[in-house]
T-cell receptor
Framework: EAQVTQNPRYLITVTGKKLTVTCSQN?????MSWYRQDPGLGLRQIYY???????DKGDVPEGYKVSRKEKRNFPLILESPSPNQTSLYFC???????????FGPGTRLLVL | TQLLEQSPQFLSIQEGENLTVYCNSS?????LQWYRQEPGEGPVLLVT?????EVKKLKRLTFQFGDARKDSSLHITAAQPGDTGLYLC???????????FGTGTLLAVQP
C-alpha cells in the first residue's frame, strides 16, 4: 500500500530535550516536506526537499533541522524544543511540488 | 509573501443546505488544489484545477478556478454530515517552488 508513515504519532517532551520525528514514504517520490498545523494559521511549511541531499527552508524553519540522506526518509529534528513548537506536524511527499501531496497521519507534539 | 486567504473560516450548516467556500490571493498560480482533512488525519486531495475558468465536478462538489488564476471556489450542493471537515486550498507554481496552503475552512454539517 502506497503511504507516508510518521513516528511517533504522539509525543510529550520537555523543553530542551532533543527529539526526532521520522517520516518515510514508499512511493519513490522526489519531493518531501514538513508542515506544522496550528489553529487559525493553516498549514505552514517548515522545510522541504526536492531530492536526496537537497533541502531548503520553508516559511517557519527556525528551531528545526532536516536531512535527506535517502529518497524515502525525511526526518525532522528539534535540537532544543521549546513550548512554542507544540503543534501538529505533518510530513508529505509528492512526485514534484506541484503534484498531489500525500500526507502522513500526523504527529501531535506537546513541549512542556 | 504569497498568501491564500480562505473564507469563511468556520461554517456550520444543516444537512441539505448548499454552501460555497472561497480561496483568494493577489498572486497568480499555475495550479490550485483542494484538500479535505478529517479529524486525526492528514489532508487528502479532492481535485486539482490548472486552467483559468476551469470548472470540475466531483459528485456534489463543484470546483472553479478563476479566470485570472488568482482565486478559486468550492461549492457543495445538498451538504451531508459526511462532508464535515477542514477544507484547504493550495496554490502551486507561483513565485516560489513551493505549494502554498490557504488558511482553511472548517465545515460542520449538522444532521
Amino acid at each position: 500500500e502506497a503511504q507516508v508513515t510518521q513516528n511517533p504519532r504522539y509525543l510529550i517532551t520537555v523543553t530542551g530535550k532533543k527529539l526526532t520525528v521520522t517520516c518515510s514514504q514508499n512511493m519513490n517520490h522526489e519531493y518531501m516536506s514538513w508542515y506544522r498545523q496550528d489553529p487559525g494559521l493553516g498549514l505552514r511549511q517548515i522545510y522541504y526537499s526536492m531530492n536526496v541531499e537537497v533541502t531548503d527552508k520553508g516559511d517557519v524553519p527556525e528551531g528545526y533541522k532536516v536531512s535527506r540522506k535517502e529518497k524515502r526518509n525525511f526526518p525532522l529534528i528539534l535540537e532544543s524544543p521549546s513550548p512554542n513548537q507544540t503543534s501538529l506536524y505533518f510530513c508529505a511527499s509528492s512526485p514534484t511540488y506541484q503534484e498531489t501531496q500525500y500526507f502522513g497521519p500526523g504527529t501531535r507534539l506537546l513541549v512542556l | 509573501t504569497q498568501l491564500l486567504e480562505q473564507s469563511p473560516q468556520f461554517l456550520s450548516i444543516q444537512e441539505g443546505e448548499n454552501l460555497t467556500v472561497y480561496c483568494n490571493s493577489s498572486s497568480v498560480f499555475s495550479s490550485l488544489q483542494w484538500y479535505r482533512q478529517e479529524p486525526g488525519e492528514g489532508p487528502v486531495l479532492l481535485v486539482t484545477v490548472v486552467t483559468g475558468g476551469e470548472v470540475k465536478k466531483l459528485k456534489r462538489l463543484t470546483f472553479q478556478f478563476g479566470d485570472a488564476r488568482k482565486d478559486s471556489s468550492l461549492h457543495i450542493t445538498a451538504a451531508q454530515p459526511g462532508d464535515t471537515g477542514l477544507y484547504l486550498c493550495a496554490g502551486g507554481g507561483g513565485a516560489t517552488n513551493k505549494l502554498i496552503f490557504g488558511t482553511g475552512t472548517l465545515l460542520a454539517v449538522q444532521p
